[in-house]
């Protein structure tokens, strides 16, 4: 059964890097078709797409936190990480790393990690 | 971006009974290369992640119990519990994997009457 989890710190000073990392298991992240996403929920809110990358290391991001997101992907660990920089209280949510298949064969997420909180604050 | 629009926002069914939460999206979602609508419904319970309950608009993923069924094609989507059971107590969102951004909607939270 495939499994993810999120690790990283779950606070954040203004204006710092957010740093995650995402740890698939019961699977593995290369030479599959899926693709790796991260996902953010602020507290009490809806959900919001950050980006997906592929096993290749292509990457697709949300345009709205394009300028602030790094996802890169580790296939030797088989995991893939997230760098959100210069964060704002705006960042804080639970982060949750999860999988889907391309366009044309997808299914949507059909995996999810559990989540981890991020609160930014000083 | 497409945008997702779920209607209503709240609403409260009776055991038993059906429910019915609508979505709809700002442009078609439907993929001609397959002929299949890119729409997923997610069912959200406290403290847990979203769960995919339904993908192309009205498969069900495996293991999602057949009171749960989606129709609907090019923009406009329902999500329908046909018998409310207690657990179903959730928040439910659609989501459009037909072009990034991937884009949900705003939730619909379920309660008992």
């Known amino acids: 059964q495939l499994q993810l989890q999120e690790s990283g710190p779950g606070l954040v000073k203004p204006s710092e890097t957010l740093s995650l990392t995402c740890t698939v298991s019961?699977?593995?992240?290369?030479?599959?078709?899926?693709?790796w996403a991260w996902i953010r929920q602020p507290p009490g809110k809806g959900l919001e797409w950050i980006g997906s990358i592929y096993y290749s290391g292509s990457t697709s991001y949300n345009p709205s936190l394009k300028r602030r997101v790094t996802i890169y992907v580790d296939t030797s660990k088989n995991q893939f990480s997230l760098k959100l920089s210069s964060v704002t209280a705006a960042d804080t949510a639970i982060y949750y790393c999860a999988r889907h298949a391309s366009a044309v064969a997808g299914t949507g997420f059909d995996y999810w990690g559990q989540g981890t909180p991020v609160t930014v604050s000083s | 971006d497409i945008v997702m629009t779920q209607s209503p926002d709240s609403l409260a069914v009776s055991l038993g009974e059906r429910a019915t939460i609508n979505c709809k999206s700002s442009?078609?979602?439907?993929?001609?290369?397959?002929?299949?609508?890119?729409l997923a419904w997610y069912q959200q319970k406290p403290g847990q992640p979203p769960n995919l309950l339904i993908y192309w608009a009205s498969t069900r993923e495996s293991g999602v119990p057949d009171r749960f069924s989606g129709s609907g094609s090019g923009t406009d989507f329902t999500l329908t519990i046909s018998s409310l059971q207690a657990e179903d107590v959730a928040v439910y969102y659609c989501q459009q994997y037909y072009s990034t951004p991937y884009t949900f909607g705003q939730g619909t939270k379920l309660d008992i009457k």
């Open positions: 442009q078609s979602v439907l993929y001609s290369s397959n002929n299949k609508n890119n």
């Open positions: 019961g699977g593995s992240i290369s030479g599959s078709s899926y693709y």
